[in-house]
């Protein structure tokens, strides 16, 4: 099964869905839910936000395990969401004007791989 760091452990239910590896998957995810299939992640998640930045800031970026690795996929997709219930209150801006489907994120990803 995968996990997080045991500290953590109330967050392996979100694994499969938020563990997301790329900044186009976090996107994806997010466009594709409701604000009511969202919340319980980020509710579960954001008072836990500073206790992983302390637990993280001293791990490669690139963590070696699996656990620190999901826990970082995790607090970035936290980053993805939480616009939502803190900054918008919908649940995406963009989508009053463009179709979510039409967006590529590109990024440091896709910088690093030559997609500019």
Same mark, same amino acid.
């Given at each position: 099964?995968? +996990?997080?760091? +045991?500290?953590?452990?109330? /967050?392996? +239910?979100?694994?499969?869905?938020?563990?997301?590896?790329? $900044?186009? *998957?976090?996107? %994806?995810?997010?466009?594709?839910?409701?604000? *009511? *299939?969202?919340?319980?992640?980020?509710?579960?998640?954001?008072?836990?936000?500073?206790?992983?930045?302390? #637990?993280?800031?001293?791990?490669?970026?690139?963590? %070696?395990?699996?656990?620190?690795?999901?826990?970082?996929? /995790?607090?970035?997709?936290?980053? =993805?969401?939480?616009?939502?219930? *803190?900054?918008?209150?919908?649940?995406?801006?963009?989508? %009053?004007? /463009? %179709?979510?489907?039409?967006?590529?994120?590109?990024? #440091? =990803?896709?910088?690093?791989?030559? $997609?500019?």
């Amino acid at each position: 099964m995968t +996990t997080v760091n +045991t500290k953590f452990a109330s /967050l392996n +239910t979100f694994i499969d869905d938020w563990a997301l590896a790329s $900044e186009q *998957e976090r996107f %994806d995810k997010r466009v594709s839910m409701t604000e *009511e *299939e969202i919340k319980p992640f980020y509710d579960t998640i954001i008072g836990l936000m500073p206790h992983i930045m302390e #637990y993280l800031k001293d791990k490669p970026v690139n963590p %070696d395990n699996d656990e620190d690795k999901n826990l970082m996929y /995790l607090a970035l997709s936290c980053v =993805e969401v939480s616009r939502i219930f *803190e900054v918008w209150g919908q649940k995406d801006v963009r989508s %009053d004007y /463009l %179709d979510p489907a039409r967006v590529r994120c590109v990024g #440091y =990803e896709g910088v690093k791989n030559g $997609e500019r």
